[in-house]
């Protein structure tokens, strides 16, 4: 059964880069297409960007200029990566697996980890 | 950008009773869409793809239906666990985009 798990610091100064790496266990990375969605508090769902197994992405225009998605197969981990955080970026991150070809649904998502931007 | 929008934003539904949730998309995405269930401070589940298709171990009572721009989503006869925020999401393109949710709460 694929299970995806988020981690990384809880908070993070305004200015600074949000890191945030998702490891998938009970399958292999390199099998799968993979996105990061956030939920700001008491708000809706965002997709943030998606990373295939081969490793090509697509980001939301919104924040492209500062979100990176990488993969690393030798850990079955992807990350993410967003610079210069405002308290807008303060959010719940998950993980999510997204199907390739078609099937583009999220599928299974992680637990979810809360960051906090503050000074 | 395809905008997604969900109405109503809360309902207010008896236990037993159906429920009838609506999203509509600001352009076509065919059947590429999918339904979440989100309950208080856990991650969204998978209910529905393909506009229809059930989720492994998606209870029965849980129906899609829609497709191109109108979508809906029917709970037969709502059972306690089933009151929580359900979102829509549309993966025909780039970027994948959410409506806004719909609160299912306790009449």
């Known amino acids: 059964q694929l299970q995806l798990q988020e981690s990384g610091p809880g908070l993070v100064k305004p200015s600074e880069t949000l890191s945030l790496t998702c490891t998938v266990s009970?399958?292999?990375?390199?099998?799968?297409?993979w996105s990061w969605i956030r939920q700001p508090p008491g708000k809706g769902l965002e997709w943030i960007g998606y990373?295939?197994?081969?490793?090509?992405?697509n980001y939301s225009p919104s924040l492209k200029s500062r979100v990176t998605i990488s993969l690393d197969t030798s850990k079955n981990q992807f990350s993410l990566k967003v610079t210069s955080v405002t308290a807008a970026d303060t959010a719940v991150y998950y993980c999510?697996?997204?199907?390739?070809?078609?099937?583009?649904?999220?599928?299974?998502w992680g637990q979810g980890t809360l960051v906090t931007v503050s000074s | 950008e395809i905008v997604m929008t969900q109405s109503p934003a809360t309902l207010s539904v008896s236990p037993g009773e159906r429920a009838t949730l609506s999203c509509r998309a600001s352009?076509?995405?065919?059947?590429?869409l999918a339904w979440y269930q989100q309950k208080l401070g856990q991650a969204p589940r998978l209910l529905i793809y393909?506009?229809?298709t059930r989720a492994t171990g998606i209870p029965g009572r849980f129906s899609g239906s829609g497709s191109g721009t109108e979508f809906t989503l029917t709970i037969s006869s709502l059972q306690s666990e089933d009151f929580a925020l359900y979102y829509c999401?549309?993966?025909?393109?780039?970027?994948?985009?959410f409506g806004q949710g719909t609160k299912v709460e306790i009449k």
């Open positions: 999510a697996r997204e199907g390739g070809a078609g099937t583009n649904w999220f599928d299974p």
């Open positions: 009970g399958g292999s990375i390199s099998s799968f297409h």
């Open positions: 990373i295939s197994y081969s490793g090509s992405t």
């Open positions: 352009q076509s995405v065919g059947s590429k």
């Open positions: 393909g506009a229809s």
């Open positions: 999401q549309q993966y025909n393109n780039w970027p994948r985009t």
